[in-house]
Protein backbone atom coordinates (compact mmCIF):
# COMPACT_ATOMS: atom_id res chain seq x y z
CA UNK A 1 0.00 0.00 0.00
CA UNK A 2 1.22 3.44 -0.64
CA UNK A 3 1.68 5.70 2.36
CA UNK A 4 -1.74 8.13 1.08
CA UNK A 5 -3.34 4.43 1.21
CA UNK A 6 -2.79 4.40 5.13
CA UNK A 7 -2.88 8.16 5.73
CA UNK A 8 -5.91 9.71 7.56
CA UNK A 9 -7.19 12.81 5.38
CA UNK A 10 -10.28 13.47 7.35
CA UNK A 11 -10.13 16.46 7.98
CA UNK A 12 -9.89 18.03 11.70
CA UNK A 13 -13.34 19.34 13.01
CA UNK A 14 -13.94 23.19 14.42
CA UNK A 15 -14.07 23.60 17.85
CA UNK A 16 -16.83 24.54 19.73
CA UNK A 17 -15.85 26.75 22.87
CA UNK A 18 -18.83 27.66 25.74
CA UNK A 19 -17.67 30.99 27.50
CA UNK A 20 -18.87 31.48 31.15
CA UNK A 21 -17.46 32.90 34.37
CA UNK A 22 -16.36 31.31 36.75
CA UNK A 23 -16.54 27.92 34.92
CA UNK A 24 -20.39 28.01 35.38
CA UNK A 25 -21.92 25.35 32.98
CA UNK A 26 -23.83 27.26 30.51
CA UNK A 27 -27.41 25.93 31.82
CA UNK A 28 -26.42 27.33 35.47
CA UNK A 29 -25.05 30.91 34.02
CA UNK A 30 -28.00 32.18 32.49
CA UNK A 31 -27.39 31.66 28.78
CA UNK A 32 -30.40 29.19 29.19
CA UNK A 33 -33.61 29.46 30.69
CA UNK A 34 -34.33 27.02 33.57
CA UNK A 35 -38.02 25.34 33.70
CA UNK A 36 -39.61 25.53 37.00
CA UNK A 37 -42.37 22.96 37.58
CA UNK A 38 -44.20 24.84 40.27
CA UNK A 39 -45.63 26.73 36.58
CA UNK A 40 -44.94 24.57 33.93
CA UNK A 41 -42.54 28.13 32.43
CA UNK A 42 -39.02 29.25 31.58
CA UNK A 43 -37.75 31.57 33.31
CA UNK A 44 -34.55 34.07 32.64
CA UNK A 45 -32.11 34.66 35.31
CA UNK A 46 -28.82 36.45 35.66
CA UNK A 47 -26.07 35.75 37.88
CA UNK A 48 -24.04 38.52 39.49
CA UNK A 49 -20.41 38.35 39.78
CA UNK A 50 -18.43 39.49 42.51
CA UNK A 51 -16.39 42.58 40.02
CA UNK A 52 -13.69 42.57 42.00
CA UNK A 53 -12.55 38.93 41.83
CA UNK A 54 -13.74 36.55 39.23
CA UNK A 55 -12.82 34.39 35.97
CA UNK A 56 -14.00 34.58 32.50
CA UNK A 57 -13.34 31.17 31.47
CA UNK A 58 -13.64 29.52 27.82
CA UNK A 59 -14.31 25.87 28.03
CA UNK A 60 -13.61 23.64 24.94
CA UNK A 61 -15.40 21.07 24.13
CA UNK A 62 -13.27 17.78 23.96
CA UNK A 63 -15.17 15.99 21.72
CA UNK A 64 -15.01 18.78 19.38
CA UNK A 65 -11.86 20.00 17.44
CA UNK A 66 -8.41 21.46 18.99
CA UNK A 67 -8.26 25.37 19.88
CA UNK A 68 -5.22 27.40 19.05
CA UNK A 69 -5.64 29.35 22.02
CA UNK A 70 -2.94 32.43 20.65
CA UNK A 71 -6.02 33.36 17.98
CA UNK A 72 -8.76 34.12 20.73
CA UNK A 73 -9.44 37.36 21.04
CA UNK A 74 -11.83 38.41 24.24
CA UNK A 75 -14.12 41.23 24.67
CA UNK A 76 -16.65 42.66 27.38
CA UNK A 77 -18.80 45.68 27.22
CA UNK A 78 -20.79 48.29 29.17
CA UNK A 79 -22.78 49.74 27.00
CA UNK A 80 -20.86 50.60 24.03
CA UNK A 81 -17.62 50.91 26.66
CA UNK A 82 -14.57 48.20 26.49
CA UNK A 83 -13.65 46.67 29.13
CA UNK A 84 -10.11 46.50 30.46
CA UNK A 85 -9.16 42.88 30.53
CA UNK A 86 -6.35 40.94 31.39
CA UNK A 87 -4.18 39.98 28.37
CA UNK A 88 -3.49 36.71 28.38
CA UNK A 89 -5.02 33.60 30.06
CA UNK A 90 -4.26 30.75 32.04
CA UNK A 91 -4.42 27.20 30.05
CA UNK A 92 -5.14 24.35 32.15
CA UNK A 93 -6.81 20.98 31.67
CA UNK A 94 -4.18 19.85 28.64
CA UNK A 95 -5.53 23.03 26.88
CA UNK A 96 -9.49 23.01 26.79
CA UNK A 97 -9.50 25.88 28.99
CA UNK A 98 -8.50 29.48 28.83
CA UNK A 99 -9.33 31.43 31.82
CA UNK A 100 -8.89 35.41 32.28
CA UNK A 101 -8.74 36.22 36.03
CA UNK A 102 -9.99 39.44 36.92
CA UNK A 103 -9.29 41.10 40.30
CA UNK A 104 -9.52 44.13 41.83
CA UNK A 105 -7.37 46.17 39.68
CA UNK A 106 -9.35 45.33 36.51
CA UNK A 107 -12.46 45.68 38.50
CA UNK A 108 -15.64 46.31 36.10
CA UNK A 109 -17.94 49.18 37.31
CA UNK A 110 -20.40 48.66 40.17
CA UNK A 111 -23.81 47.52 39.24
CA UNK A 112 -22.80 47.06 35.37
CA UNK A 113 -24.37 45.08 32.73
CA UNK A 114 -21.57 42.91 31.14
CA UNK A 115 -21.76 41.53 27.62
CA UNK A 116 -18.77 39.36 26.80
CA UNK A 117 -17.83 37.23 23.58
CA UNK A 118 -15.02 35.12 22.85
CA UNK A 119 -13.61 34.48 18.90
CA UNK A 120 -11.50 31.76 18.57
CA UNK A 121 -10.07 29.61 15.56
CA UNK A 122 -8.34 25.87 15.89
CA UNK A 123 -7.12 23.70 12.79
CA UNK A 124 -10.42 23.17 11.92
CA UNK A 125 -12.09 26.10 11.82
CA UNK A 126 -13.20 29.30 13.87
CA UNK A 127 -15.90 29.67 16.69
CA UNK A 128 -17.40 32.31 18.71
CA UNK A 129 -19.41 32.16 22.40
CA UNK A 130 -20.58 34.80 24.27
CA UNK A 131 -22.22 35.62 27.87
CA UNK A 132 -24.01 37.89 29.23
CA UNK A 133 -24.13 38.74 33.53
CA UNK A 134 -23.96 41.60 35.86
CA UNK A 135 -21.73 43.36 38.32
CA UNK A 136 -21.21 43.96 41.76
CA UNK A 137 -19.25 45.27 44.84
CA UNK A 138 -19.74 42.55 46.93
CA UNK A 139 -21.03 44.40 50.18
CA UNK A 140 -20.31 43.65 53.59
CA UNK A 141 -23.95 41.86 54.51
CA UNK A 142 -23.71 39.38 51.40
CA UNK A 143 -19.57 38.67 51.59
CA UNK A 144 -19.08 35.12 53.41
CA UNK A 145 -15.84 35.45 54.01
CA UNK A 146 -14.76 38.88 54.57
CA UNK A 147 -12.18 37.74 56.90
CA UNK A 148 -10.80 34.22 57.85
CA UNK A 149 -13.55 31.85 58.88
CA UNK A 150 -12.12 29.76 61.83
CA UNK A 151 -14.04 26.47 62.27
CA UNK A 152 -13.12 23.39 64.78
CA UNK A 153 -14.07 19.83 63.97
CA UNK A 154 -15.39 18.49 67.88
CA UNK A 155 -14.28 14.75 68.13
CA UNK A 156 -15.19 14.72 72.02
CA UNK A 157 -18.80 15.09 71.89
CA UNK A 158 -20.18 11.87 74.51
CA UNK A 159 -23.98 12.08 74.79
CA UNK A 160 -24.98 9.13 73.42
CA UNK A 161 -25.16 4.94 73.85
CA UNK A 162 -26.01 2.94 70.87
CA UNK A 163 -27.83 -0.49 71.39
CA UNK A 164 -27.71 -2.53 68.75
CA UNK A 165 -30.13 -5.27 68.06
CA UNK A 166 -30.03 -8.60 66.00
CA UNK A 167 -32.40 -9.18 63.02
CA UNK A 168 -33.49 -12.44 61.77
CA UNK A 169 -32.03 -11.68 58.08
CA UNK A 170 -28.10 -10.99 59.61
CA UNK A 171 -28.71 -7.14 59.44
CA UNK A 172 -28.69 -5.19 62.52
CA UNK A 173 -31.09 -1.97 63.98
CA UNK A 174 -28.91 0.31 65.26
CA UNK A 175 -30.61 3.05 67.40
CA UNK A 176 -28.69 5.41 69.70
CA UNK A 177 -30.07 6.54 73.25
CA UNK A 178 -29.40 10.29 74.36
CA UNK A 179 -27.45 9.96 77.68
CA UNK A 180 -27.41 13.69 79.08
CA UNK A 181 -24.01 12.65 80.90
CA UNK A 182 -22.26 10.42 78.51
CA UNK A 183 -21.41 7.11 79.05
CA UNK A 184 -17.83 7.67 79.05
CA UNK A 185 -16.79 6.64 75.56
CA UNK A 186 -16.61 9.55 72.86
CA UNK A 187 -19.71 9.31 69.98
CA UNK A 188 -17.61 9.34 67.37
CA UNK A 189 -15.89 5.60 68.60
CA UNK A 190 -19.39 3.87 69.22
CA UNK A 191 -20.27 2.70 66.25
CA UNK A 192 -17.36 1.80 65.04
CA UNK A 193 -17.24 -0.88 67.92
CA UNK A 194 -20.63 -2.60 65.65
CA UNK A 195 -19.04 -2.15 63.03
CA UNK A 196 -15.67 -4.28 64.18
CA UNK A 197 -13.34 -1.56 63.16
CA UNK A 198 -12.55 -1.34 66.98
CA UNK A 199 -12.28 -3.34 70.18
CA UNK A 200 -13.38 -3.30 73.52
CA UNK A 201 -10.27 -5.08 74.23
CA UNK A 202 -6.82 -3.30 72.54
CA UNK A 203 -6.92 0.48 73.25
CA UNK A 204 -3.48 0.81 71.39
CA UNK A 205 -5.47 -0.57 67.64
CA UNK A 206 -8.66 1.66 68.84
CA UNK A 207 -5.97 4.77 69.06
CA UNK A 208 -4.51 3.57 65.70
CA UNK A 209 -8.20 3.11 64.00
CA UNK A 210 -9.48 6.38 65.11
CA UNK A 211 -6.28 8.44 64.23
CA UNK A 212 -6.31 6.93 61.18
CA UNK A 213 -10.19 7.18 59.78
CA UNK A 214 -9.73 10.93 61.04
CA UNK A 215 -6.63 11.39 58.86
CA UNK A 216 -8.53 10.90 55.39
CA UNK A 217 -11.44 12.74 56.69
CA UNK A 218 -9.39 15.59 57.34
CA UNK A 219 -7.56 14.78 54.05
CA UNK A 220 -10.35 14.91 52.30
CA UNK A 221 -12.62 17.80 53.78
CA UNK A 222 -9.32 20.24 53.09
CA UNK A 223 -9.22 18.68 49.55
CA UNK A 224 -13.09 20.09 49.52
CA UNK A 225 -12.81 23.30 50.34
CA UNK A 226 -9.40 23.93 48.44
CA UNK A 227 -7.40 24.15 51.29
CA UNK A 228 -3.87 23.76 52.26
CA UNK A 229 -2.23 20.75 53.81
CA UNK A 230 -2.24 22.84 57.59
CA UNK A 231 -6.29 23.33 56.87
CA UNK A 232 -5.59 26.96 55.88
CA UNK A 233 -7.09 29.10 53.52
CA UNK A 234 -4.98 29.03 49.50
CA UNK A 235 -5.31 31.39 46.97
CA UNK A 236 -8.20 29.70 44.70
CA UNK A 237 -9.76 27.87 47.80
CA UNK A 238 -12.20 29.13 50.54
CA UNK A 239 -11.14 31.77 52.62
CA UNK A 240 -11.20 29.68 55.99
CA UNK A 241 -9.26 27.33 58.71
CA UNK A 242 -10.51 23.81 59.47
CA UNK A 243 -9.31 22.66 62.81
CA UNK A 244 -9.49 19.38 63.95
CA UNK A 245 -9.71 19.48 68.03
CA UNK A 246 -6.49 18.74 69.51
CA UNK A 247 -4.71 20.32 66.31
CA UNK A 248 -1.54 22.86 67.48
CA UNK A 249 -3.34 26.36 67.88
CA UNK A 250 -6.82 24.91 67.70
CA UNK A 251 -9.47 27.05 69.67
CA UNK A 252 -10.89 25.44 72.94
CA UNK A 253 -14.73 24.30 72.51
CA UNK A 254 -15.22 25.85 76.17
CA UNK A 255 -13.99 29.63 74.38
CA UNK A 256 -16.61 29.46 71.72
CA UNK A 257 -19.13 32.12 73.45
CA UNK A 258 -16.06 35.08 72.85
CA UNK A 259 -14.01 32.91 70.79
CA UNK A 260 -14.92 34.50 67.04
CA UNK A 261 -14.81 30.69 65.77
CA UNK A 262 -17.60 27.92 64.25
CA UNK A 263 -17.48 24.24 65.75
CA UNK A 264 -19.12 20.88 65.06
CA UNK A 265 -19.49 17.96 66.74
CA UNK A 266 -18.46 14.69 64.47
CA UNK A 267 -19.84 11.72 66.73
CA UNK A 268 -23.02 10.53 67.76
CA UNK A 269 -26.53 10.63 66.09
CA UNK A 270 -30.14 12.72 65.65
CA UNK A 271 -32.29 12.97 67.56
CA UNK A 272 -34.94 9.94 67.62
CA UNK A 273 -37.23 11.17 64.82
CA UNK A 274 -33.93 11.99 62.86
CA UNK A 275 -32.79 8.43 63.58
CA UNK A 276 -36.34 6.95 61.63
CA UNK A 277 -36.00 9.47 58.85
CA UNK A 278 -32.42 8.33 57.94
CA UNK A 279 -30.52 11.69 58.17
CA UNK A 280 -26.80 12.09 58.70
CA UNK A 281 -26.38 15.30 60.42
CA UNK A 282 -27.40 18.56 61.00
CA UNK A 283 -26.20 21.95 61.34
CA UNK A 284 -27.26 25.88 61.75
CA UNK A 285 -28.00 27.78 58.56
CA UNK A 286 -26.43 31.28 58.18
CA UNK A 287 -27.14 32.78 55.23
CA UNK A 288 -24.36 34.91 53.83
CA UNK A 289 -21.90 33.45 56.62
CA UNK A 290 -22.54 36.14 58.65
CA UNK A 291 -22.05 34.75 62.67
CA UNK A 292 -20.43 31.88 64.26
CA UNK A 293 -22.50 28.82 64.76
CA UNK A 294 -22.30 25.97 67.77
CA UNK A 295 -22.53 22.70 65.68
CA UNK A 296 -22.07 20.87 68.42
CA UNK A 297 -25.68 20.16 70.74
CA UNK A 298 -27.63 17.98 70.92
CA UNK A 299 -29.25 17.58 67.79
CA UNK A 300 -26.94 19.04 65.40
CA UNK A 301 -23.14 18.01 64.16
CA UNK A 302 -22.31 15.24 62.11
CA UNK A 303 -23.69 11.40 62.81
CA UNK A 304 -21.31 8.50 62.30
CA UNK A 305 -23.92 6.04 64.15
CA UNK A 306 -26.10 6.83 60.91
CA UNK A 307 -24.24 5.70 58.79
CA UNK A 308 -23.41 2.41 60.57
CA UNK A 309 -27.10 2.14 60.81
CA UNK A 310 -27.11 2.38 57.25
CA UNK A 311 -24.13 -0.14 56.42
CA UNK A 312 -25.62 -3.08 58.88
CA UNK A 313 -28.86 -2.34 58.43
CA UNK A 314 -28.48 -3.79 54.65
CA UNK A 315 -27.85 -7.45 53.70
CA UNK A 316 -24.68 -6.33 51.46
CA UNK A 317 -22.87 -4.31 54.26
CA UNK A 318 -23.80 -7.05 56.82
CA UNK A 319 -22.10 -9.36 53.85
CA UNK A 320 -18.82 -7.40 53.32
CA UNK A 321 -17.94 -6.82 57.52
CA UNK A 322 -18.99 -10.59 57.89
CA UNK A 323 -15.39 -11.39 59.30
CA UNK A 324 -15.02 -8.16 61.78
CA UNK A 325 -18.44 -8.26 63.38
CA UNK A 326 -18.32 -9.12 66.89
CA UNK A 327 -21.32 -11.73 66.78
CA UNK A 328 -19.82 -13.19 63.46
CA UNK A 329 -16.20 -12.61 63.40
CA UNK A 330 -12.68 -10.94 64.74
CA UNK A 331 -13.03 -7.51 64.97
CA UNK A 332 -9.94 -5.14 64.23
CA UNK A 333 -7.69 -5.44 66.95
CA UNK A 334 -9.00 -8.52 68.23
CA UNK A 335 -6.77 -10.43 66.46
CA UNK A 336 -2.62 -9.58 67.14
CA UNK A 337 -1.84 -10.12 63.41
CA UNK A 338 -4.17 -6.76 63.19
CA UNK A 339 -1.61 -4.50 64.81
CA UNK A 340 0.76 -4.97 61.52
CA UNK A 341 -1.50 -2.73 59.10
CA UNK A 342 -3.66 -0.46 62.11
CA UNK A 343 -3.40 3.07 61.18
CA UNK A 344 -1.51 2.27 57.92
CA UNK A 345 -2.49 3.17 54.10
CA UNK A 346 -0.41 -0.13 52.69
CA UNK A 347 -0.05 -3.56 53.53
CA UNK A 348 3.32 -4.55 54.64
CA UNK A 349 5.02 -7.43 52.62
CA UNK A 350 5.42 -10.61 54.07
CA UNK A 351 2.17 -11.16 55.62
CA UNK A 352 -0.05 -14.28 55.86
CA UNK A 353 -3.05 -14.40 53.48
CA UNK A 354 -5.70 -14.13 56.26
CA UNK A 355 -4.09 -10.87 57.65
CA UNK A 356 -3.83 -9.61 54.03
CA UNK A 357 -7.36 -10.13 53.83
CA UNK A 358 -8.10 -8.30 57.48
CA UNK A 359 -6.37 -5.69 55.75
CA UNK A 360 -8.52 -5.16 52.54
CA UNK A 361 -11.80 -4.98 55.02
CA UNK A 362 -9.84 -2.63 56.84
CA UNK A 363 -8.73 -0.62 54.19
CA UNK A 364 -12.31 -0.61 52.47
CA UNK A 365 -13.87 0.59 55.78
CA UNK A 366 -11.40 3.54 56.17
CA UNK A 367 -11.51 4.05 52.90
CA UNK A 368 -15.71 4.60 52.33
CA UNK A 369 -16.26 5.49 55.97
CA UNK A 370 -13.69 9.06 55.47
CA UNK A 371 -15.63 9.39 52.47
CA UNK A 372 -19.14 9.58 53.86
CA UNK A 373 -18.07 11.57 56.98
CA UNK A 374 -15.72 13.81 54.90
CA UNK A 375 -18.85 14.65 52.79
CA UNK A 376 -20.97 14.71 55.27
CA UNK A 377 -18.81 16.87 57.49
CA UNK A 378 -18.63 19.37 54.33
CA UNK A 379 -22.19 19.54 53.98
CA UNK A 380 -23.03 20.50 57.37
CA UNK A 381 -20.22 22.90 57.55
CA UNK A 382 -22.10 24.43 53.77
CA UNK A 383 -25.26 24.81 55.26
CA UNK A 384 -24.06 26.84 58.65
CA UNK A 385 -21.60 28.88 55.42
CA UNK A 386 -25.08 29.78 53.73
CA UNK A 387 -25.76 27.31 51.48
CA UNK A 388 -28.34 25.97 49.78
CA UNK A 389 -30.44 29.78 49.74
CA UNK A 390 -33.83 28.98 47.92
CA UNK A 391 -34.86 30.70 44.10
CA UNK A 392 -32.71 31.62 41.15
CA UNK A 393 -29.66 33.75 41.02
CA UNK A 394 -28.75 36.41 41.99
CA UNK A 395 -30.74 35.92 45.02
CA UNK A 396 -30.69 31.92 45.42
CA UNK A 397 -28.64 29.17 43.69
CA UNK A 398 -31.33 26.88 42.71
CA UNK A 399 -32.21 25.48 46.09
CA UNK A 400 -35.92 24.56 46.54
CA UNK A 401 -36.87 24.83 42.34
CA UNK A 402 -38.21 21.42 40.49
CA UNK A 403 -37.65 21.42 37.33
CA UNK A 404 -33.80 22.55 36.01
CA UNK A 405 -32.82 20.52 33.54
CA UNK A 406 -29.40 20.29 35.40
CA UNK A 407 -30.87 18.77 38.41
CA UNK A 408 -29.55 15.00 38.71
CA UNK A 409 -32.66 14.95 40.77
CA UNK A 410 -35.15 17.68 43.50
CA UNK A 411 -33.86 17.49 46.96
CA UNK A 412 -35.89 19.67 49.59
CA UNK A 413 -34.94 22.44 51.79
CA UNK A 414 -31.47 23.93 51.47
CA UNK A 415 -30.63 21.43 49.24
CA UNK A 416 -29.30 20.30 45.63
CA UNK A 417 -28.50 17.91 43.87
CA UNK A 418 -26.45 18.29 40.64
CA UNK A 419 -24.63 15.70 38.29
CA UNK A 420 -21.95 13.49 40.31
CA UNK A 421 -21.29 13.46 43.67
CA UNK A 422 -22.19 16.65 45.23
CA UNK A 423 -21.47 18.31 48.52
CA UNK A 424 -25.01 20.03 48.91
CA UNK A 425 -26.52 17.13 48.03
CA UNK A 426 -29.09 15.16 50.30
CA UNK A 427 -27.62 11.83 51.83
CA UNK A 428 -30.72 10.35 51.26
CA UNK A 429 -30.02 11.19 47.56
CA UNK A 430 -26.49 9.52 47.59
CA UNK A 431 -25.60 5.74 47.24
CA UNK A 432 -22.72 5.42 48.69
CA UNK A 433 -21.48 2.38 47.23
CA UNK A 434 -21.96 3.54 44.00
CA UNK A 435 -20.18 7.02 44.96
CA UNK A 436 -17.19 4.70 46.30
CA UNK A 437 -14.65 5.86 43.54
CA UNK A 438 -15.59 9.36 43.48
CA UNK A 439 -13.86 12.56 45.28
CA UNK A 440 -17.11 15.14 46.42
CA UNK A 441 -17.28 18.47 45.04
CA UNK A 442 -19.10 21.08 45.03
CA UNK A 443 -21.06 22.19 42.25
CA UNK A 444 -20.05 25.26 40.19
CA UNK A 445 -22.38 27.72 41.46
CA UNK A 446 -22.12 26.79 45.27
CA UNK A 447 -18.11 27.03 45.15
CA UNK A 448 -18.29 30.40 43.46
CA UNK A 449 -20.50 31.04 46.38
CA UNK A 450 -17.54 29.88 48.78
CA UNK A 451 -14.98 31.55 47.21
CA UNK A 452 -16.56 35.11 46.87
CA UNK A 453 -17.17 35.34 43.01
CA UNK A 454 -20.72 35.42 43.15
CA UNK A 455 -22.52 38.11 44.96
CA UNK A 456 -26.00 35.59 46.58
CA UNK A 457 -28.86 37.71 48.10
CA UNK A 458 -31.18 40.52 47.76
CA UNK A 459 -29.96 43.70 46.42
CA UNK A 460 -29.23 46.55 48.50
CA UNK A 461 -31.84 48.77 49.96
CA UNK A 462 -32.00 52.31 48.39
Known amino acids: LDAADTADTTPPEPPVVTLTVNAIP ?30 LDALA ?26 PAPTIALGGWTATWAVDVAAAI ?29 LPPELDPFAEEDVWLVVTSRDLFEVVSTARVDGTYDIRSTYVPGGNGLPDFDEPFYEMGLMSPDNPEANAL ?3 HLLRRIRERAYAIYGLDADGGPTADGVNMRLYFEGDPGAPDPADFDG ?20 IFGRAL ?78 ALAIDVGSLALSSILCHEIGHSLGLVPEGPPPVGLFAGIEGPA ?57
Open 26 to 55: AEMNGSVPFLDDADGELHDFRLRVNRGRFT
Open 61 to 86: DRRAGPVDWDTAALTCLVGETAVTLP
Open 109 to 137: PDGAAVDCAIAVSGPGGATASAVAFDAAT
Open 209 to 211: VRA
Open 259 to 278: GGFSMIALGGDGTNADQVGG
Open 285 to 362: IDWNNQGHEDDTRYGLGVYPTALARVALGQPLGTLLLEDLLPATGVPIGADARDMAFVGKDELPAGVDPETSHRFDLY
Open 406 to 462: FLASFVPDAHIDTAGLNVMQTGGSVNWFEAYGSEPRFNALNWAYLTRRLVVGPPAAD
